[in-house]
């Protein structure tokens, strides 16, 4: 809404207010909402607001009776020098366009999502909703999510610790098998003891290579585990990014192994998002990994990827032609360890989209799949097209 706007808007705001009380306007409004005029000193700079009305929210949240705030100045009211936010509510009566801020009151130990509009003749309004609640649950949560990650990591730390043992005594045994049945091949022959033969060439070696077979696969999981958490725990560097660059250099980075499957890769023009340009390349990555490692073996591989401008966000969609996914997966494939096909013969263990799906979340947007099997599969990542902090 431009200035000539919120021009008209204020003028029939400023007609109502004259005729009219706000708290008995706005009565049955959920939203906490007040009337202020600015207060300039003969430098033209802001030294206070006075308080006009306030609804029945408003009166409720500061505890306070209609006539108790009407006309009353805000270093009065509020008890505070200088007044609560007056820089901000300066800059919306100056400028004439409407501020949003989202902030920690202490007085009232309240976080509060505030709405500043200008109404003319140094006049504003407040709509102001408190978010105590949710961002409380917002931080336990995230709390509970580092807990985590820090549980995850150390878990999977320490536990390679007594592995790493085992591998390497296993291999020495192994080894050490095979020195013993040299040394004792002249002894059986001439013996002609066969099942301590068949024991040493055979069964202790079937034995170890099943046991070997286990903790790397075991040291595989761990490994995943700790790139996962490492993901959870890295702090990021939130900076525009141009998605069009990073896209070239990871085709680039897998020019190879696309040109030896003769796939091709089609990149349209990309917005500019903000993130953490190291996890979006681990990410997009990921998902151009995925559509290499489940493509179709009777066409070949096409890669397209587009994006579609949103209000502060952008949609990024890898779309591939491969062998696509059942709907019964389409809810699991998100989850740790969970392979569509467990008997396949594709490395991994798994961890590619927990990976993706972290990744998204940490820069405040999301990512789905859409998918048709024999047909191909859809992936789209919800990305900030405005500066954001971690969540």
């Known amino acids: 809404m431009n200035r000539s706007t919120w021009g008209r808007l204020a003028g029939s705001t400023c007609h109502l207010l004259q005729s009219h009380h706000l708290s008995g306007i706005f009565s049955y409004f959920k939203e906490i909402v007040a009337i202020h005029?600015?207060?300039?000193?003969?430098?033209?700079?802001?030294?206070?607001?006075?308080?006009?009305?306030?609804?029945?929210?408003?009166?409720?949240?500061?505890?306070?009776?209609?006539?108790?705030?009407?006309?009353?100045?805000?270093?009065?009211?509020?008890?505070?020098i200088p007044a609560p936010y007056i820089r901000e509510y300066e800059s919306v009566v100056h400028h004439g366009l409407p501020k949003e801020l989202t902030t920690f009151y202490p007085p009232l130990d309240r976080y509060f999502s505030i709405t500043a509009i200008p109404l003319g003749d140094n006049l504003f309004a407040t709509i102001t909703n408190d978010i105590t609640a949710n961002r409380q649950m917002h931080e336990l949560m995230s709390a509970r999510s580092k807990e985590l990650e820090n549980y995850l990591y150390i878990t999977s730390h320490d536990l390679r610790t007594p592995l790493v043992n085992i591998q390497g005594f296993s291999q020495r045994l192994n080894k050490q098998s095979a020195k013993v049945l040299e040394l004792l091949k002249e002894h059986l022959n001439s013996t002609g003891n066969e099942e301590l033969k068949k024991l040493i060439s055979e069964g202790i070696p079937k034995t170890l290579h099943f046991i070997l077979a286990g903790v790397n696969k075991m040291d595989s999981l761990l490994n995943a585990l700790l790139q996962l958490s490492?993901?959870?725990?890295?702090?990021?560097?939130v900076k525009p990014v141009n998605m069009n660059l990073l896209l070239e250099k990871i085709v680039e980075t897998n020019s190879f192994q696309l040109s030896e499957i003769g796939a091709s890769v089609k990149i349209d023009q990309l917005p500019v998002c903000y993130g953490d340009e190291n996890l979006l390349n681990q990410m997009f990555s990921n998902l151009i990994g995925n559509a290499i490692k489940y493509r179709n073996p009777a066409r070949s591989l096409v890669i397209e990827i587009s994006a579609i401008s949103g209000l502060r966000k952008a949609i990024y969609s890898v779309k591939d032609n491969g062998t696509g996914?059942?709907?019964?997966?389409?809810?699991?494939?998100?989850?740790?360890?969970?392979?569509?096909?467990?008997?396949?013969?594709?490395?991994?263990?798994?961890?590619?989209?927990?990976?993706?799906?972290?990744?998204?979340?940490?820069?405040?947007?999301?990512?789905?799949?859409?998918?048709?099997?024999?047909t191909g599969s859809v992936f789209s990542v919800v990305l900030q097209t405005t500066e954001f902090q971690e969540p």
């Open 37 to 80: 005029e600015m207060i300039f000193n003969e430098a033209g700079e802001a030294i206070d607001y006075r308080v006009i009305d306030g609804n029945s929210a408003f009166l409720n949240l500061l505890g306070k009776r209609a006539e108790d705030i009407r006309n009353r100045l805000a270093t009065d009211l509020y008890s505070a």
């Open 230 to 237: 490492r993901t959870g725990r890295a702090t990021m560097s």
């Open 325 to 374: 996914i059942e709907k019964k997966h389409l809810d699991h494939i998100w989850n740790l360890f969970y392979r569509i096909d467990g008997t396949t013969s594709e490395p991994g263990d798994g961890i590619g989209l927990s990976v993706v799906k972290k990744i998204a979340e940490k820069h405040r947007g999301r990512v789905k799949v859409e998918s048709e099997p024999g």
